[in-house]
Nanobody
Framework: QVQLVESGGGLVQAGSSLRLSCEVSGRTVSFHAMGWFRQAPGKEREFVAT????????YYADSVKGRFTISRDNTNNTVWLQMDSLRPEDTAVYYC??????????????????WGQGIQVTVSS
């Protein structure tokens, strides 16, 4: 079993920063990547960022490139999403996800087979 628990969300003003954390418990040997997605009210869940479990590969959605940074600690099975220069349009429930199967795009929802419960991020103007 694999469990993901997000933390670090909250209500902030535009221009502020937040750091989301996602702790993974359970089997980690076969992990390929971890990702962050978000879902705003009335919208579909969308890709935010991904990081390979081994190696330095990262990739970001255009909407967050240059403002968000994804990083990980394999020893502690944790992935972070540092969010700077937050905007009201970043308001959403943020989800972390794990790919333990491989073979699918890490920029899409089907690319992950384990998901956290989500955490709210609200950015006021």
């Amino acid at each position: 079993q694999v469990q993901l628990v997000e933390s670090g969300g909250g209500l902030v003003q535009a221009g502020s920063s937040l750091r989301l954390s996602c702790e993974v418990s359970g089997r980690t040997v076969s992990f390929h990547a971890m990702g962050w997605f978000r879902q705003a009210p009335g919208k579909e869940r969308e890709f935010v960022a991904t990081i390979a479990w081994r190696g330095g590969f990262t990739y970001y959605a255009d909407s967050v490139k240059g403002r968000f940074t994804i990083s990980r600690d394999n020893t502690n099975n944790t992935v972070w999403l540092q969010m700077d220069s937050l905007r009201p349009e970043d308001t959403a429930v943020y989800y972390c996800a794990v790919d333990s199967l491989g073979g699918r795009s890490w920029m899409t929802i089907p690319g992950y087979n384990y998901w956290g419960q989500g955490i709210q991020v609200t950015v006021s103007s």
